[in-house]
T-cell receptor
Framework: AQSVTQLDSQVPVFEEAPVELRCNYSSSVSVYLFWYVQYPNQGLQLLLKYLSGSTLVKSINGFEAEFNKSQTSFHLRKPSVHISDTAEYFCAVRFMNYGGSQGNLIFGKGTKLSVKP | DADVTQTPRNRITKTGKRIMLECSQTKGHDRMYWYRQDPGLGLRLIYYSFDVKDINKGEISDGYSVSRQAQAKFSLSLESAIPNQTALYFC?????????????????FGPGTRLTVL
């Protein structure tokens, strides 16, 4: 079965430290990859996406993620976090089914990033 | 004004009661979705609709039903609520036309409805 794994449920870090949130998916079929962010008491917002082309994608607020096909991973990184980055981050994958049809978006279980002063 | 709204924002009900959660959108998107979020489980798809006449079951549709009253409205019903349906429910919309039908249409989420079934 197709699945998305976020290895860390919680990641505490100090302000200005680097952070990596890990995401792996199960299948070797073609995929579209997404990271969503959920701030406290809000809905989810798209942070960044990988569709094709350059394997490194970046968001406007300093996050970046790299698609690694051989490791079926799409880890999210930021070199220096801020208090305002405290949120829950969800990796999501749309698997391209055999025959070319598109599956639904499958979400990981989320990683809670807590940035401490 | 929010593009995707959900009502109510919070609801406490009792086991066996019928509950309806409503979602409205002003984005003009054809596709709408209902998810539930449980701590440590991420988001799971309950139902989705690609247009008014197209409704599909998601991963966890048992115990739920939906109605797509118009392009802008998509309601989720719990016919007989049970405690394990206590969760945060999100509505989302998307427009595949924005992605040229390529499958990366961004989903836009409402603020959520927190449902507690006692």
């Amino acid at each position: 079965a197709q699945s998305v794994t976020q290895l860390d449920s919680q990641v505490p870090v100090f302000e200005e430290a680097p952070v990596e949130l890990r995401c792996n998916y199960s299948s070797s079929v073609s995929v579209y990859l997404f990271w969503y962010v959920q701030y406290p008491n809000q809905g989810l917002q798209l942070l960044l996406k990988y569709l094709s082309g350059s394997t490194l994608v970046k968001s406007i607020n300093g996050f970046e993620a790299e698609f690694n096909k051989s490791q079926t991973s799409f880890h999210l990184r930021k070199p220096s976090v801020h208090i305002s980055d405290t949120a829950e981050y969800f990796c999501a994958v749309r698997f391209m089914n055999y025959g070319g049809s598109q599956g639904n978006l499958i979400f990981g279980k989320g990683t809670k990033l807590s940035v401490k002063p | 004004d929010a593009d995707v709204t959900q009502t109510p924002r919070n609801r406490i009900t009792k086991t066996g009661k019928r509950i309806m959660l409503e979602c409205s959108q002003t984005k003009g998107h054809d596709r709408m979705y209902w998810y539930r979020q449980d701590p440590g489980l991420g988001l799971r798809l309950i139902y989705y609709s690609f247009d008014v006449k197209d409704i599909n079951k998601g991963e966890i549709s048992d115990g739920y039903s939906v109605s797509r009253q118009a392009q802008a409205k998509f309601s989720l019903s719990l016919e007989s609520a049970i405690p394990n349906q206590t969760a945060l429910y999100f509505c989302a919309t998307s427009d595949p036309g924005l992605a040229g039908g390529l499958g990366w249409d961004e989903q836009f989420f409402g603020p959520g409805t927190r449902l507690t079934v006692l």
